[in-house]
Structures are given as C-alpha cells and as structure tokens.
C-alpha cells in the first residue's frame, strides 16, 4: 500500500510539472507581454519600458523564466495579482480555496451517496412508470446546460419563494458593526465544528453496524441527534449563530444546484451497471438460497455494481471541477472558480496561472482518493 | 494477371461476376439494417433522433426563410433591428414569435441560424476525436512496448486535466473561434478517455485470425492497421462520438456564456447579451434565456440518448431481454 502511495504521488508531481510546463508555454507563447500593457501611454520613455522588463525578468529566456516560476511556486510565491495590485497571489487563493473546497466535497459525496443509493432502487424495481420518469429525469440532469439551471434554482426558491438568497457569499448588511469578527475565520470554524461533528455521526453509523438489531435503531438515531444538538448548541450560546446562519444560507443553493448535477451521472450509471450484475449467476444462487431480497439488493448486487460507478468517478472529476466553477460564477460564490474567471477575463496572468495549477492539484488529488478507495472496495485489488 | 484472374473468376464459379465494391454495399445494408432494427427497439434513442432530425431542419429552414418571408434588415440574426417596436426586448408577438432582445434582433431567427454552427461545430470535433482516438488505440494496441507506454501516459495526462478551467484560460487570451473550438475539443477528447476505450477494444480485435491471415500474406503494419483493424474499431468510436458532440456543444455553450470566444451567434452567446445587459435573473423576460437554454438542453440530452441507444447495438450485454 505505502509503496503504491508513493508511486502514485510520485507519477502526480511529474504529472503535475507537465501541466504547469505546459500551461505556462500555452500562456507565454501569446503575444506581448505585461510590460506592454503597462506601457501602452506614449510618455513613457523606452528607458523605463526596458528598465521594467528587467526588474519583472521578462528580458530573460522564456525557459529560465518558466523555471524560475515553476521553482517559485514550489516555494509558495506565485507573484503579485494585477487586479489587487500589491496583493499576492498565494493570499488571494488561500482566502478563496476552502470555499471551492466545501463546495466541491460536500456536493459531490452527497451526490455520490444518493446517485448510488436510488439507482440501485431503480435498478431493482424495473418497469413501469418509474423507470422512463427516473430515466428522463437523470438524462435532463445530466445534460442540463447547468447555467440555466443555475438560474432556475435561484428563480425558484430565491425569487418566487424567498427561502435562500440569491448569491454572494453573505449578506453584507447583517455584518455591519464594530465587534464583527471577520467573515472567514468564522467559515472556518463552521467547516471544522460541522466536520467533527460529521465524524461523530460516522462513528455511531460504524458502532452500529456491529450492535445488535434492537440496539441499531437508538444507536443510530443517537448519532445523528447527538451531534446535530452539539452543533445547534454551539452556535446557537457563541453570539456568532446569526453570522454562521447567514454563510450557510448563502451555501445551500450552490452545493444543492452542483449535487444535483453531479448526482444524475452516478444514478445512471449506477443503474446500468446494477441491472448488468442482477443477472449475474451469484444473485441468482443468492435468491436461490432464500435470502431475503434486502440481503441480496444490497449485499450481493450492489457491492459488485458498485466498482464501475466507482471508476465513473474518476472519470467525472474534471466534468465536475467544471461543474463547479459555473456554480460558483452564476452564483457569484466567490471560491477560486470565479476568481480564474475574473482573473483570465481581467487579463490577470499570475491570478489566473495559480489558480490553474491549484485546480490541478485539486483535480490530482481527487484522482488519487478515488484510487485509494478503489483498493478498500475491490478485495481483489490491494495495491502494494 | 488481373485479367486471367477475372476470367478465372467468371469461369469458375459459373455465376455472374458481382464486382467487390457491390459485395460490400449489400453486406453494409444488411448490418446498417440489422442494427437499425436493434436501434429501433429502444423508443428512448428515437427520441434522441427524432430531436436531431427536427433540429437539422431547424437550420435547413433559416436560410429559406431569410430568402423568402423574413426581411434581411429586421430578421438578421446579428445585424437587424427592428424599428417598428419602439422599446426592445419585447415580448412574443406574430412579428417576432419568440420576440425580440435587447439590441432589437429576433430571438428566433438567432435561435434557428446558431443552429447549424452547433452541428457543425459538434461533427468537426466528433470527427476529429475519432481520427485522434481511433489512431492511438490502433496503433498503441498494435505495436504495444514502448510507444503504447508513451501513448498512454499521454492519455493518462490529458485525463487529469481539469478541462474547463484550461479551456477558459487559453480562450481569455486568445481569439477563439467556432472552428478552432471544433478542433481543441477533439483533440482533447480525442487524446482523453475515449482513446482508452478504443484500444481496449483495439486489443481483442489484434489477436484475431484475420490478422494473423493479413500479416503472413504479407501486409505491411500501416495496411493491417487500417485496413483491417480499423474498420472494426469504428462501431465503438462512433458509439463515442455521440457523447463527445453533446460535450463539445456544452462547453461551447458554456464559453459563449461567460463571453470568452469570438463567435458572432451561437446559444451560449444569447444568454451572454442577456446577461450584458442585465436581463439574467429579471424572470419577466423569460424569452430572452429560456429558448436557447432549452435548445441546448434537448440538443445535448437528444445526442446523449442516441448515443445510449448505439451502446446498447454495440454492447449486446445491454439489451433487454
């Protein structure tokens, strides 16, 4: 296993330095350069221009400078945003990632829990009404064009019904006022009490599973409670509950609108692969055997279909990442999507550079856990 | 020597000679029509054609109506104006069916004439991504060793490429057009995942006897390669094809809307204007958004469903009992 890990770590840093190589010469190899741009006023005397290229390293060969970037970035410096001028790039994107993170993780592990979970149901009750409904519906979902229907969940339920607000990250108006702590400090400390407690309610589902079948219900509804009140408690006595509120509020459309995106994939697919496996002969020996059909549902068919949905995943991470950045921009949520938008439109070159290479690695790295789970699902397969 | 061949031919088997590129064509009718029954079956994947065939006329019908009903000055989907309503957009009228947006164009007559860039700009990177994948899963399977190892860590690479954040990047700083588009997505799509489906494919149809027949009668790698295995890989990228036209329309939709390319009409630019002018989250002037998000939508999900229905001929596994 740790053998497996360090090969495939090692595979990602050179994956991950072709990627920048190669998105550095795409983004140099275009024509003029800063110095240019900054020089375009006629009173600027052509001393100064060369004089800037000099302090800026653009007077250099293209190669010494891509190293010296990519060396650079190694070193936590990614230059200085031409948009907020003295501001570096690296503040920018740690102020920015958690956000795109909460987005990207809690939508696409809800979405892959719920996908699995209705596509084996659907699987299981072929025909009938439901199927071309559950069919349609994924197929709508899947090839929605997602902006729209971005635009259909705010006009839903921010316009017609006022239950959530429309965008943004808050609500500027409830944060006015001299002993408001800071917006982000507060989003961190939601993500980690939210985490800690999700861990919780992980470890009582585990607990559970052992106990035996009378003690399974209380277990279980004590490990959601439990948890859930803690939350509720801590963030209702702190005096910060109203800021807290006003961050999750703004939270739940986008992660909803990208679940439900990310969620059609999985529940299709998830139905292909389970109808394949239910004809398989070890379901038909399991029903032959007389085991109770839950048994046979979700032990004997769903754990086998399982493993391809599972390798869909892989395959969906860069739809999903892209996914992601149109969910951020039409909900103006301000994670790193939207800031390589802004930055790429707004000709911020070292902006839009970091932001690419941090939404590489978030990609490499997602391809990495999949592939790490990969090995505690297929028994067959143990890395190592 | 052909000639004493033909005669040997005409002789011998005592038939009428049926010349060889016949043969092939009645043997294509008869798969074509075996696997159109297939295809048939599923009532999902007619659906699919019956929205591409209805969006193919779609396109057919603008320039007819251009030529004939429609006045260039008012109806041109980039340039008219209509001055006879003094406030635009205005809502649907029997002038303007799906009426007009913010610079007085009609919404229909946009919808109609974006339409054939759409297939166009699907087919061309369809048919670039086959070219691409067909080629590498061929020639990777074929040879195998060290240039199957390179191809494929190529694959590997493109794969892990977060495609839209890239994508956004390089159109931001270049000037992209609807043909340079066609043939980045190819590409991409193309050195992607379906080169993996491919040459596994690829892989069972190398140890067939045909080619082992094919090369002891001496021919030459290039020959076995696309002449026999080729043709026998095109099923599974067709097959593939379907699902790269509904992604390359998607992302183009999508770079349209975010205003990154060159294009002078297409649906995602629709709702770009829309957006510019700020009409997106104003629901009242629902005809300036919906029509081209619907167009998008159907056209996709209809490339998607037939490309669900193809993979249930191609994958006997599939079909329903």
């Given at each position: 296993?740790?053998?497996?890990?360090?090969?495939?770590?090692?595979?990602?840093?050179?994956?991950l330095?072709?990627?920048?190589?190669?998105?550095?010469?795409?983004?140099?190899?275009?024509?003029?350069?800063?110095?240019?741009?900054?020089?375009?006023?006629?009173?600027?005397?052509?001393?100064?221009?060369?004089?800037?290229?000099?302090?800026?390293?653009?007077?250099?060969?293209?190669l010494?400078?891509?190293?010296?970037?990519?060396?650079?970035?190694?070193?936590?410096?990614?230059?200085?945003?031409?948009?907020?001028?003295p501001?570096?790039?690296?503040d920018?994107?740690?102020?920015?990632?958690?956000?795109?993170?909460?987005?990207?993780?809690?939508?696409?592990?809800?979405?892959?829990w719920?996908?699995?979970?209705?596509?084996?149901?659907l699987?299981?009750?072929?025909?009938g009404?439901?199927e071309?409904?559950?069919?349609?519906?994924?197929?709508?979902?899947?090839?929605?064009?997602?902006?729209?229907?971005?635009?259909?969940?705010?006009?839903?339920?921010?316009?017609?019904?006022?239950?959530?607000?429309?965008?943004?990250?808050?609500?500027?108006?409830?944060?006015?006022?001299?002993?408001?702590?800071?917006?982000?400090?507060?989003?961190?400390?939601?993500?980690w009490?939210?985490?800690?407690?999700?861990?919780?309610?992980?470890m009582?589902?585990?607990?559970?599973?052992r106990?035996?079948?009378?003690?399974r219900?209380?277990?279980?509804?004590?490990?959601?409670?439990?948890?859930?009140?803690?939350?509720?408690?801590?963030?209702?006595?702190?005096?910060?509950?109203?800021?807290?509120?006003?961050?999750?509020?703004?939270?739940?459309?986008?992660?909803?609108?990208?679940?439900?995106?990310?969620?059609?994939?999985?529940?299709?697919?998830?139905?292909?692969?389970?109808?394949?496996?239910?004809?398989?002969?070890?379901?038909l020996?399991?029903?032959?055997?007389?085991?109770?059909?839950?048994?046979?549902?979700?032990?004997?068919?769903?754990?086998n279909?399982?493993?391809?949905?599972?390798?869909?995943?892989?395959?969906?991470?860069?739809?999903s990442?892209?996914?992601?950045?149109?969910?951020?921009?039409?909900?103006?949520?301000?994670?790193?999507?939207?800031?390589?938008?802004?930055?790429?439109?707004?000709?911020?070159?070292?902006?839009?550079?970091?932001?690419?290479?941090?939404?590489?690695?978030?990609?490499?790295?997602?391809?990495?856990?999949?592939?790490?789970?990969?090995?505690?699902?297929?028994p067959?397969?143990?890395?190592? | 020597?052909?000639?004493?061949?033909?005669?040997?031919?005409?002789?011998?088997?005592?038939?009428?000679?049926?010349?060889?590129?016949?043969?092939?064509?009645?043997?294509?009718?008869?798969?074509?029509?075996?696997?159109?029954?297939?295809?048939?079956?599923?009532?999902?994947?007619?659906?699919?054609?019956?929205?591409?065939?209805?969006?193919?006329l779609?396109?057919?019908?603008?320039?007819?109506?251009?030529?004939?009903?429609?006045?260039?000055?008012?109806?041109?989907?980039?340039?008219?104006h209509?001055?006879?309503?003094?406030?635009?957009?205005?809502?649907?009228?029997?002038?303007?069916?799906?009426?007009?947006?913010?610079?007085?164009?009609?919404?229909?007559?946009?919808?109609?004439?974006?339409t054939?860039?759409e297939?166009a700009?699907g087919?061309?990177?369809?048919?670039?991504?086959?070219v691409?994948?067909?080629?590498?899963?061929?020639?990777?399977?074929?040879?195998?060793?060290?240039?199957?190892?390179?191809?494929?860590?190529?694959?590997?690479?493109?794969?892990?490429?977060?495609?839209?954040?890239?994508l956004?990047?390089l159109?931001?700083?270049?000037?992209?057009?609807?043909?340079?588009?066609?043939?980045?997505?190819?590409?991409?799509?193309?050195?992607?995942?379906?080169?993996?489906?491919?040459?596994?494919?690829?892989?069972?149809?190398?140890?067939?006897?045909?080619?082992?027949?094919?090369?002891?009668?001496?021919?030459?790698d290039?020959?076995?390669?696309?002449?026999?295995?080729?043709?026998?890989?095109?099923?599974?990228?067709?097959l593939?094809?379907?699902?790269?036209?509904?992604?390359?329309?998607?992302?183009?939709?999508?770079?349209?809307?975010?205003?990154?390319?060159?294009?002078?009409?297409?649906?995602?630019?629709?709702?770009?204007?829309?957006?510019?002018?700020?009409?997106?989250?104003?629901?009242?002037?629902w005809?300036?958004?919906?029509?081209?998000?619907?167009?998008?939508?159907?056209?996709?999900?209809?490339?998607?469903?037939?490309?669900r229905?193809?993979?249930?001929?191609?994958?006997?596994?599939?079909r329903?009992r």
């Amino acid at each position: 296993m740790w053998k497996y890990l360090g090969k495939r770590v090692l595979q990602m840093i050179i994956t991950l330095l072709l990627f920048q190589v190669l998105t550095y010469l795409l983004i140099d190899a275009q024509p003029g350069d800063i110095a240019d741009l900054l020089t375009l006023a006629p009173d600027i005397p052509p001393n100064e221009v060369r004089r800037l290229r000099a302090e800026l390293g653009l007077d250099r060969p293209p190669l010494e400078r891509m190293a010296r970037y990519i060396i650079n970035f190694y070193r936590g410096n990614l230059g200085v945003s031409f948009q907020e001028y003295p501001r570096p790039v690296i503040d920018i994107i740690k102020e920015r990632l958690p956000r795109t993170f909460v987005l990207f993780v809690t939508a696409n592990i809800v979405a892959f829990w719920t996908g699995f979970v209705t596509g084996k149901i659907l699987a299981w009750r072929r025909g009938g009404i439901i199927e071309y409904a559950a069919t349609i519906t994924g197929v709508t979902l899947y090839t929605v064009f997602l902006p729209w229907f971005a635009l259909m969940m705010i006009w839903l339920f921010a316009v017609t019904l006022h239950w959530l607000p429309p965008g943004k990250f808050l609500d500027p108006l409830k944060w006015l006022g001299p002993d408001v702590p800071p917006a982000n400090a507060i989003f961190t400390r939601l993500i980690w009490t939210s985490l800690i407690a999700l861990l919780l309610c992980f470890m009582g589902f585990l607990i559970s599973n052992r106990a035996t079948r009378r003690r399974r219900v209380p277990i279980r509804l004590a490990s959601v409670l439990v948890p859930l009140a803690g939350l509720v408690g801590y963030w209702g006595t702190n005096g910060l509950g109203r800021l807290a509120w006003d961050i999750v509020s703004h939270l739940v459309l986008p992660v909803g609108t990208l679940t439900l995106y990310a969620y059609a994939g999985t529940m299709l697919l998830m139905r292909t692969t389970m109808l394949e496996t239910l004809r398989e002969d070890y379901v038909l020996t399991a029903r032959a055997k007389g085991l109770p059909d839950k048994v046979v549902r979700d032990k004997h068919a769903a754990r086998n279909a399982l493993l391809p949905v599972w390798t869909g995943l892989v395959f969906g991470i860069s739809g999903s990442v892209g996914g992601g950045i149109i969910t951020e921009t039409v909900f103006s949520w301000p994670g790193i999507g939207l800031t390589l938008l802004n930055a790429s439109t707004s000709e911020d070159i070292p902006t839009a550079m970091g932001v690419l290479t941090i939404l590489g690695i978030l990609t490499l790295v997602a391809h990495l856990v999949v592939d790490i789970g990969y090995a505690f699902l297929d028994p067959r397969i143990r890395y190592g | 020597m052909t000639d004493t061949l033909e005669t040997a031919r005409t002789t011998t088997a005592g038939a009428r000679y049926v010349p060889l590129w016949r043969v092939r064509l009645s043997l294509l009718a008869k798969s074509l029509r075996t696997n159109w029954a297939l295809f048939a079956e599923n009532p999902i994947g007619l659906i699919g054609l019956g929205v591409i065939v209805f969006f193919g006329l779609f396109a057919l019908a603008h320039p007819i109506l251009m030529n004939t009903v429609w006045e260039a000055r008012v109806y041109h989907p980039v340039s008219g104006h209509d001055l006879e309503i003094p406030f635009h957009p205005s809502p649907p009228s029997p002038r303007h069916l799906l009426g007009t947006d913010p610079l007085g164009r009609d919404v229909l007559s946009q919808l109609m004439y974006s339409t054939r860039f759409e297939f166009a700009l699907g087919i061309i990177a369809a048919v670039v991504t086959m070219v691409v994948a067909t080629t590498i899963g061929a020639v990777s399977a074929y040879y195998g060793g060290v240039l199957d190892a390179l191809l494929m860590r190529l694959v590997d690479l493109v794969q892990m490429i977060p495609l839209l954040p890239i994508l956004i990047v390089l159109s931001a700083l270049m000037n992209v057009g609807m043909l340079e588009l066609a043939i980045v997505f190819g590409l991409l799509f193309g050195f992607g995942g379906t080169a993996i489906i491919v040459k596994s494919q690829a892989l069972t149809v190398k140890v067939r006897p045909y080619i082992e027949a094919a090369r002891i009668a001496g021919g030459s790698d290039w020959h076995i390669i696309f002449k026999h295995m080729v043709p026998n890989l095109l099923p599974v990228s067709l097959l593939y094809m379907m699902f790269t036209v509904n992604t390359a329309i998607a992302y183009e939709a999508i770079l349209s809307f975010f205003g990154l390319t060159t294009i002078q009409m297409s649906w995602g630019l629709m709702i770009n204007t829309t957006q510019f002018f700020g009409y997106l989250l104003r629901f009242d002037t629902w005809w300036l958004l919906f029509p081209a998000s619907i167009a998008i939508t159907t056209l996709c999900a209809a490339f998607y469903l037939v490309g669900r229905a193809m993979d249930e001929v191609v994958n006997p596994r599939l079909r329903r009992r």
